[in-house]
């Protein structure tokens, strides 16, 4: 059963960013959704509340061992000017799943998406209209627990926050160089790479800046044992056309199960591909470039949607996809997605909640 939701509203409104100068990240709406959960009481009432700072004890156990996870949707307007959220169920679910690899406390499924709604409705005009502009949401679970000991919290966190944003790649679908990490390690087998945490976010910022220094825009990471099998880009589940078939690595402990890799699978063999989970070696891709198999590269996720990938190097070699531009199956598939979540395409899949 869901719960009521209190709503606080803000005295002190912000003003809105220009609608063409959004970027990613840069400004926050008015509100946040909020829930507590303590080893004595349990989850606590939720609520939307203003924006504002989060008071933390010093000795706050996200602090000190790194109890945090979150999530990331969005929010689109729709041509008849209504707001609807993308798949807002798999992201809970995701959560719901994840917390416990943490020794964290899953937020109920139902409160979870009323709360998430509740916080939308409440920032409503926060969601901008402006083509590919959209209202990117961030659900957050941390450890507020104050105690010095390497134990799970008994205290925490469940917020929510957004931020208008605008298209990933204001001139439309950038194709990106790629360094092919070998040395350094994103996740191993057995740790949290299949949860959305925050430490998988910071292990993976010492290569990446590297690779930026280098001139290339991201990192591919690798098995961490034989540094020979694909896993992610950056921090995107990554795709790979091979001639008519469309691959993706399987999931396993060190691969998030991205919300948005679900929905191209899907939406791939709508658009006839035949679509395939197994895992994709550095080697493969070389020789896929020898024999003219090897068509497009391209990462995915919610904040880009896809990435195309033009130039994938490594050492003194590089690997060049689709004549280093956007191929046509990473565009078929991005334009897919995007007509879905803004209402210009049939949501035959049912992926769209109203708020």
């Given at each position: 059963m869901t719960r009521a939701i209190a709503i606080t509203r803000t005295t002190a409104p912000k003003t809105k960013p220009d609608p063409n100068d959004l970027g990613f990240g840069r400004f926050f709406s008015d509100h946040q959704g909020q829930m507590e959960w303590t080893a004595e009481g349990g989850w606590g009432p939720p609520r939307v509340v203003p924006y504002?700072?989060?008071?933390?004890?010093?000795?706050a156990g996200v602090l000190h061992y790194g109890q945090a996870m979150f999530e990331g949707l969005k929010a689109f307007r729709q041509p008849n000017g209504s707001v609807k959220l993308f798949r807002p169920e798999a992201h809970v679910q995701r959560m719901i799943v994840g917390a416990p690899r943490l020794c964290m406390p899953s937020p109920p499924a139902?409160?979870?998406?009323?709360?998430?709604?509740?916080?939308?409705?409440?920032?409503?005009?926060?969601?901008?209209s402006a083509p590919m502009t959209s209202l990117y949401v961030r659900p957050t679970l941390i450890a507020t627990d104050a105690f010095l000991g390497v134990r799970p919290a008994n205290k925490y966190l469940f917020f929510v926050i957004g931020s208008p944003v605008g298209a990933y790649y204001s001139g439309g679908l950038r194709p990106v160089r790629i360094w092919v990490e070998r040395s350094q390690t994103r996740a191993a087998k057995g740790g949290l790479g299949a949860v959305k945490a925050g430490a998988n976010y910071v292990a993976s910022l010492y290569a990446a800046n590297k690779a930026k220094k280098e001139g290339y825009d991201q990192v591919l990471w690798l098995d961490s044992v034989k540094h020979e099998t694909i896993e992610e880009v950056g921090t995107m589940n990554l795709f790979v056309v091979f001639g008519d078939e469309l691959v993706t690595p399987p999931l396993s402990d060190s691969i998030l199960a991205g919300v948005t890799r679900d929905s191209i699978m899907a939406l791939g063999q709508d658009l006839g591909l035949k679509v395939s989970e197994r895992p994709i070696t550095v080697q493969e891709l070389v020789d896929g470039e020898k024999s003219g198999r090897l068509k497009e590269v391209f990462g995915s996720g919610s904040a880009a949607v896809v990435s195309p990938v033009g130039e994938l190097a490594f050492g003194d070699n590089k690997i060049v996809t689709s004549k280093g531009e956007s191929g046509p199956v990473c565009q078929s598939?991005?334009?897919?997605?995007?007509?879905?979540?803004?209402?210009t395409r049939p949501d035959k899949h049912g992926w769209m909640m109203p708020v």
């Open positions: 504002g700072p989060i008071p933390l004890d010093p000795a139902d409160t979870m998406l009323e709360l998430l709604k509740a916080f939308v409705q409440t920032d409503l005009d926060w969601v901008p598939l991005y334009d897919a997605i995007t007509q879905i979540q803004r209402g």
